[in-house]
């Protein structure tokens, strides 16, 4: 069974930072490429950063600068470092994995940049 697992959500305040992370199970990890996305109330989910097997990256115009993402192929897990948060990244973060057009998701977990 394929479960990817998000922690790391929290409430922070504008100009903090979180890190969120995303384990994988059931999955060969290693020939997944990883996705981080978020949903704001009353939008769509977008793509917020993408790692490939080889590493390579990719980020949202809005988040360049801010954001990094990560893996950790020992660990099956990735990550997702924010900082300089603005209340505009507020929105549930899923992570997805995706490979030769199979795609898993996780539920989500909500991050809240509020003072």
């Known amino acids: 069974q394929v479960q990817l697992v998000e922690s790391g959500g929290g409430l922070v305040q504008p100009g903090g930072s979180l890190r969120l992370s995303c384990a994988a199970s059931?999955?060969?990890?290693?020939?997944?490429?990883m996705g981080w996305y978020r949903q704001a109330p009353g939008k769509q989910r977008e793509l917020v950063a993408h790692?490939?097997?080889?590493?390579?990256?990719n980020y949202k115009d809005s988040v360049k600068g801010r954001f990094t993402i990560s893996r950790d192929n020992t660990k099956n897990t990735v990550y997702l470092h924010m900082s300089s948060l603005k209340p505009d990244d507020t929105a549930v973060y899923y992570c997805?994995?995706?490979?030769?057009?199979?795609?898993?998701w996780g539920q989500g977990t909500q991050v809240t940049v509020s003072s």
């Open positions: 997805k994995a995706d490979s030769r057009g199979r795609e898993h």
């Open positions: 059931g999955i060969i990890f290693s020939i997944y490429n």
């Open positions: 790692i490939t097997i080889d590493r390579n990256t």
